[in-house]
């Protein structure tokens, strides 16, 4: 009995393994890598039509690897950087980058642009397959790279530009998780105090036959609160946690509300709102400087400021510079730029170098958030202290109060 072959649009795909080669090439000398194929005859046929004589194909085993984060892309664009500027050939530079690295995952994705290059796709190409890592600003600078044949230049300067932008979210991250961990410990502490240490003052107490202190009392009520109503109050704080962040993640207007609070917080906003204009200047500065037209250039420069009311004021610059409005005046209409960022843009924009004092500006900018970070922390540490000091203290007086009192009586 025949059986129907699929149609074509419904085979499945081969699937592609990771195979490990060595062979020799037309001088005799040793080569080794690594390439990605259906099979190892697959491997030697394009090994062979390379001018390599194969000697050892094997298949290697894949592991599951750490998830890839914004430190592994901003290594990789350094190292690939300089490998590039020491005249190493792309396909090895990618193959020395996949075979250092110790996450699986991060191998595996180079190993895969080096695959898309090797068949002679552009490496911006290349890159754009992967948007989750390689974002519009990078593809878009490693493009203007390949047609102006300075590759190796470009590819330095993204790689400082990413390594600015990873010092300055690790420095807010530091300014905002100090609080956060304290408050988040503080919590634990005050509920383990009120589902069993308070509780169990509360059994002494009722053989006391006394009228308890008004603070005992209200610590008692909450304990009691909190013993009938526990699961409540965790479910409750981790549903609203898990409700506004997938708010702030699909809904603009949620997002546009949560970066005008951020701006505008009592202590951080300040800080927030100094890394906001330090990112949007440095993206700014490395596109022009890499001969990105304005225009062009603006439609990266929101999105990498990491801020949703930026962004608004990004695109509504980007308008009016492609009607002819000059950069300073688009960005005083704006109103979210400081005088002296103004002032710096303008004189760029008269002298014909607004890249140069676009970088100056943002050199200013992260000087700051460096200071306004360390004065963060020693303001911090001691306000925190006050604020434990007085709940912690405070309840642990108001369950005494009865005890101080017995002691008078007797």
Do not use: H
Not at 328 to 337: G, I, L, P
């Amino acid at each position: 009995m025949a059986t129907r072959s699929l149609p074509a649009a419904r085979r499945p795909a081969p699937k592609e393994m990771t195979f490990a080669w060595e062979g020799r090439d037309r001088t005799g000398k040793v080569v080794r890598g690594e390439m990605r194929a259906t099979g190892q005859a697959v491997v030697q046929t394009t090994l062979r039509r390379q001018g390599i004589s194969v000697s050892k194909v094997t298949k290697r085993r894949t592991k599951r690897g750490r998830k890839i984060s914004d430190k592994d892309i901003t290594l990789f664009t350094r190292q690939l950087a300089t490998m590039m500027k020491a005249g190493v050939p792309l396909l090895q530079s990618f193959d020395i980058v996949a075979r250092g690295t110790n996450n699986a995952s991060v191998s595996k994705l180079f190993t895969d642009i080096r695959s898309d290059v090797e068949t002679g796709t552009s490496l911006s190409q290349a890159f754009r397959k992967y948007p989750l890592y390689f974002d519009s600003l990078f593809c878009n600078l490693v493009g203007a790279g390949e047609q102006a044949g300075i590759l190796d230049d470009l590819l330095d300067r993204l790689a400082l530009y990413k390594e600015k932008m990873l010092a300055i979210k690790g420095k807010i991250k530091s300014a905002l998780f100090y609080p956060v961990a304290v408050l988040i410990v503080a919590f634990i502490v005050v509920a383990v105090i009120m589902l069993f240490v308070v509780p169990a003052f509360k059994d002494v107490f009722s053989s006391f036959g006394a009228d308890l202190p008004g603070p005992t009392l209200m610590v008692i009520a909450i304990s009691d609160f909190f013993v009938e109503y526990w699961y409540l109050i965790f479910g409750g704080l981790g549903g609203l946690f898990y409700f506004l962040l997938q708010a702030w993640r699909r809904s603009p207007k949620v997002q546009m509300v949560v970066d005008r609070m951020m701006l505008k917080l009592p202590i951080f906003g300040s800080v927030v709102e100094k890394a906001t204009i330090a990112r949007w200047l440095r993206t700014l500065s490395t596109m022009f400087a890499a001969g990105v037209p304005l225009v062009e250039a603006l439609d990266s420069v929101g999105g990498a400021s990491g801020n949703y009311v930026y962004l608004t004021a990004t695109k509504k610059i980007q308008q009016e510079v492609s009607t002819g409005t000059a950069l300073t005046v688009a960005m005083q209409n704006a109103q979210v730029f400081p005088n002296m960022v103004l002032q710096m843009s303008s004189i760029g924009e008269e002298s014909g170098s607004l890249d140069s004092m676009l970088g100056k500006a943002a050199d200013i900018f992260e000087r700051e958030v460096d200071e306004a970070v360390e004065s963060l922390s020693s303001l911090l540490e001691p306000l925190i202290m006050v604020v434990l000091g007085t709940l912690i203290g405070g309840l642990v007086v108001a369950m005494y109060l009865p005890i101080f009192k017995l002691g008078q009586v007797v």
